[in-house]
Structures are given as C-alpha cells and as structure tokens.
C-alpha cells in the first residue's frame, strides 16, 4: 500500500511532470523490429474506419484500451499506403496533444512499453521521410515514455514480476538514448525476473498457457536484442528459452486444443503454436513427475492434464482461477472431459463465473470456491498446502494429490489420485473428503465432469452411471457405484468469445462420516 501512495504522490507531482518533459538531444532514428511471431494483417475498410482525431473526438473511457498500445501502427505498415502513412502520422500527434492524465490507465505499465515497442519500431514506416519538427516531437514522446516507464517499474511491491514486456522495451531503447548504466541494470534485472517467475519444472508461475507463450517470445526478443548490442554474457537465456519451449510443445490435448486452466482459452492457439514449434527438434518435457502446475499424463492415445498449482504471486496469479485438482481429458484426437474455459475479453459479473471451483472439473464443498478469488488481485485466500506424489508401474500411471483449501471454512482436507491404465482406456479415480475434527453431515459434496458441447450424455443403472456418445461415434461410461450422479447444464468458453451449451456429469452427495471416500470409473466402451 506504501508503494501506491508514494507513486500516486509523486506522479501526481507537477516537478514530476517537468521532469518527463525534460528533452533529449538526440534524434530518433528507428530501431530494428526484434519480433518473431507474424500477425495478421486487418482489413483495409477497419483501418480506414479510424479518423485522424480518433482520440480526441472520442471520450476516453469510450476508447478501446487495445488503441492506445499503438498495435495499429504494425497495421497500417503492412497494409502500406500514403494515405493510412499521413493517417498514422496524425494520430500519434492527435494522441499526444490528448495530454492524458498520468494516473489514468491510458499508462499502465504494459500499456506504455507496447506504445514504446510499436512507436520505436515503425519509425521506418512513419517516422522517416517525416519533417525534422516531427521527428523531434516523436524521439521526445519516446524519451518521455521511457522515463515514466523506468520510473514506474521500481514501484511494485513485487517488482521481479512486473511482465517481461516491460523490461523489453526499456531494453530496447535504452541503449539508443546512451542509457548506458541503464540497459547494464536491466539485464540483471531480467535475469532475476527469469528466476522470479519461472518455476523449477519450467512453467511460467502465471501456469497459464498464453503467458507462457508469451513469455518465451519476449526472452527470444531480448536475447535478440542483446546480440545486437553485441552484450553475450548471459549464456543461460539460451537453457531457459529451450526448457520453457519444451514444456509448452506437451501443453497440446490430443485433438491439438488447448488445457483450459487458469484463463486460458483457444483465443490465442495459432500464436502458442508458432512458438511452440520455433524449435521443432526440441524435445518434450515429460511433466509427469513435477511438483508445481499441470501435472501431463499421456497413455497411448490418451492425454490428462491434472492441476497442482500453487499460487504464490498476486502479479503473476491475477487471473488464476480455483480450479485446484481439476483434471482434463482427451482421447483419439477427441476431447472427453474440460474445464468450462475463460472469455478473452472481460464480460463483467459474467466472467466471474468462470474462474469458479464450479466451472472445473474438480470436486467443491457446498458449492463453494476452494480459493476465494478478488477481481483487483487475484485472490483473497488460496490452499496453504497442496501436495502430490506419483508413480509409474508396469500397467498404469498414478497420481495423488491434496488441498487444505475448505479446512479453514468447513475442517476438511480433499486428496485426489488418479489411476491412469497405460492403454489408455481406463482411469479410475477417488475423492477423498478427510474431515479433521467432528462430522457435519449438512455439509454436501459435488464432484463436477464438465463435457465438450458435442458429447450426448444419458443416465443409466438408477442414476450410479452416465453414457457418453462421442462426436466420433465412440462410447465411454462413467459410473461411481453406490453414489448418485446426476447430469446438469454447463457452459464451454474454449474458444474465449461465444460461450457452449454444454452438460456436465455431477457426482453428489453429504459428507456423513469422518473418511469419506468416493471411487469413480471412466472408461472406453469397446
């Protein structure tokens, strides 16, 4: 909290303003575009949909925030033309002169290194065959970014993991503004950003699919930009790239979609598999055995994802979602069993819904959330201890897990296994309910199978089992004898913008005795 204020203080500060305002001599002359991943070009008309005083003849909360990262520069770049040119032109001076508040969102952090990005590396584009009065205007816009930038980046309480994009774009231009000193720090800045949000089974701590991505992308980018400064002291850029790579290339279920864990969505594949595959001889990470984020099972033609995470950062974690023990499935080039998914874009109270326990396929206490989450930061309260072991045998995969994170709220522990044949057409799973003290029996359990859209489900042998008809034509049941189950609506948001009908499968009952086991089957029809 000390952190806000001082920043709020200082940015708020009119000799804080002078100082950004402060020029520099030099004049900018484009720096070379250090991206790998292509995009795709928009359309014509949509571009020229946008006015020259798009920002000033808009109300700012009417204009959307993907505006003010200057992504429409690439844009209009590719598409080329002296008319979008003198538009571009136009509407970074239209931006400029908008002169928005320094507290506004119009500079949050990442949102001030993408417009340093996109202006410092289009300047070829725009910025060449401009008057010297504009590229005077356009270096000190960038100076002025970057000061704010450096400036704000020391105040996070957890500043090591602030996004890596941010420290690539002062990178980048610090070298150009003789911010010798600077670009040094920065190095060894990044360096322990690596060691901060990486984990020791290289996953990005976020346990997010996209920011994995995204954060081998920006390491790939910065390693390029170190060798353009001629800087080669850091040998280790070149494991971390590889490691985080190769457990990215397991991160595919068998009919190549997304795991739906922790805000991921199928919104961005096309991107995850560009950087997935940069590497093709790399070899995948087996993530079996890993002691933090998406245990991977793959049996023959099967694959299960399995969440062990352990949240530890309000930065990294704030889009987790408490889905603790949940699994996924998939099966011959078909998904079986899914998480309910995340919307890419922010759908008010309805997001919410889908970083719930009961949007996982994991088993919830009274309906309730086994992490209590925040919109601001994350989460409020997550499990103090989550622990797993596994083990292979001859014939088939184990896995256990445990969470205390209903003990505070109701004194229960939960311990998952899961016990995966190695043909792959078998799993059986167990639930486990441990109460610590004396039995509640008003307290109820839910043990959630969310389905694919395209599944038919249908109860049978008096409600102890579920049918599953695939799109494929194939046959699975699910069966839990001596348990009722029954099949309720659900929704599927894998796409990350039009929300599914769905069905999900819900073993139920209360919680009657001290040790309360509940043994499911999952099994192929043959």
Excluded at 311 to 316: E, F, I, V
Aim: net charge positive; hydrophobic share 35%.
């Amino acid at each position: 909290m000390l952190y806000k204020i001082i920043k709020y203080l200082v940015i708020k500060n009119f000799l804080y303003k002078i100082y950004l305002l402060i020029r520099t001599k030099k004049e900018f002359e484009g720096i070379q575009n250090f991206n790998i991943v292509p995009t795709k070009k928009k359309s014509l008309n949509s571009l020229l949909k946008i006015n020259e005083d798009y920002f000033s003849s808009n109300p700012e909360n009417k204009i959307p925030i993907e505006m003010h990262s200057f992504d429409w520069l690439n844009d209009f770049k590719k598409t080329g033309g002296i008319n979008l040119l003198k538009k571009s032109r136009h509407l970074i001076l239209d931006w400029k002169h908008c002169d928005f508040n320094l507290s506004s969102n119009v500079w949050n952090e990442l949102l001030i290194a993408k417009r340093i990005i996109n202006l410092s590396t289009n300047f070829d584009y725009y910025g060449t065959t401009a008057s010297k009065e504009f590229k005077t205007i356009v270096t000190n816009l960038i100076f002025f970014h970057y000061k704010n930038l450096l400036f704000l980046k020391n105040f996070y309480l957890e500043k090591h993991d602030i996004d890596l994009e941010v420290s690539k774009a002062l990178l980048l231009t610090s070298s150009f503004f003789g911010k010798k000193k600077d670009f040094f720090k920065l190095i060894n800045f990044i360096k322990k950003q690596t060691i901060h949000q990486i984990n020791k089974d290289g996953f990005h701590k976020s346990i997010n699919i996209f920011e994995q991505a995204k954060f081998i992308n920006n390491l790939i980018e910065i390693k390029n930009i170190l060798l353009f400064n001629k800087y080669n002291n850091w040998s280790g850029i070149d494991n971390i790239i590889e490691e985080m790579t190769s457990v990215l290339k397991n991160f595919f279920h068998k009919d190549q979609s997304l795991p739906l864990f922790n805000a991921t969505n199928n919104k961005q594949i096309d991107y995850v598999r560009y950087i997935a595959n940069l590497q093709k001889d790399l070899k995948v990470k087996k993530l079996f055995e890993i002691k933090d984020g998406i245990a991977v099972v793959e049996a023959s033609t099967t694959k299960i994802f399995f969440d062990i995470t352990k949240p530890n950062s309000k930065l990294l974690n704030k889009r987790m979602h408490s889905g603790t023990l949940s699994f996924e499935m998939s099966h011959d080039n078909e998904k079986i069993i899914t998480n309910c998914g995340s919307p890419e874009k922010y759908l008010g109270k309805n997001q919410v819904y889908f970083r719930y326990s009961a949007a996982h396929s994991t088993l919830t206490i009274n309906n309730t959330n086994i992490s209590e989450l925040s919109e601001k930061n994350g989460y409020r309260r997550i499990p103090k201890n989550i622990k797993n072991s596994s083990e292979e045998k001859k014939d088939f995969y184990k896995i256990t897990a445990s969470h205390d994170g209903y003990k505070n709220n109701y004194g229960v522990l939960i311990r998952r296994t899961l016990k995966i044949n190695k043909d792959g057409l078998l799993i059986l799973g167990s639930d486990e309910i441990l109460n610590l003290k004396k039995v509640n029996k008003n307290n109820t359990f839910e043990i959630r199978f969310h389905l694919m859209p395209e599944i038919i489900s249908a109860l049978t042998n008096n409600d102890e089992q579920v049918i599953l008809k695939l799109k494929n034509g194939m046959a699975w049941y699910l069966r839990s004898e001596n348990n009722k189950l029954r099949i309720d609506e659900s929704l599927y948001m894998g796409s990350g913008s039009q929300p599914l009908a769905s069905s999900q499968i819900v073993i139920y009952g209360s919680i009657s005795k001290l040790k309360n086991i509940v043994n499911w089957e999952l099994k192929k029809v043959i």
